[in-house]
């Protein structure tokens, strides 16, 4: 591992790519606190992110001309409370996941492309934001 690079997963060196046989693909399991903004939790409204969870990638990284997409799925655990009773609720979520990392993105559009790291907090971080339940799933 070069230097300055983290051990998180969410770093992916260039260079995989740019072997005679690339290595496309890439798994990783990291806690979800790395995903946090100094120290806030990943939530929306009363939904958040499951406190001590763990964040799954699988993602297929593809050279294209424009830069680099990455394909695949994010797996993570959010809690809250039930719309209803206001009992405690937890669920798992499984985004799909395709996005463009460029050299020069556009806003909210694509990702940045570093020289020698595919950077996927931004994304991730995104991503998972998103697809959190605005109001906690009912209970049955």
């Excluded at 997409?69 to 959010?78: F, H, I, P």
Aim: net charge negative; aromatic share 4%.
């Amino acid at each position: 591992m070069s230097q300055g690079q983290p051990a998180s997963g969410l770093h992916i060196p260039l260079e995989r790519l740019q072997r005679l046989v690339p290595r496309r693909d890439w798994q990783a399991i990291f806690p979800a606190e790395l995903l946090s903004e100094e120290g806030t939790e990943l939530r929306v409204a009363e939904v958040k992110v499951a406190t001590g969870s763990e964040v799954a990638l699988d993602l297929v990284l593809d050279q294209v001309i424009e830069g680099v997409l990455v394909l695949g799925s994010v797996t993570y655990a959010w809690s809250g409370d039930c719309a209803r009773c206001v009992q405690p609720v937890q669920g798992t979520t499984v985004i799909e996941i395709r996005e463009l990392f460029e050299t020069e993105p556009d806003e909210g559009e694509t990702y940045l492309l570093g020289n020698e790291y595919l950077d996927l907090l931004p994304m991730v971080r995104d991503a998972v934001l998103l697809e959190l339940p605005i109001g906690a799933v009912p209970c049955p």
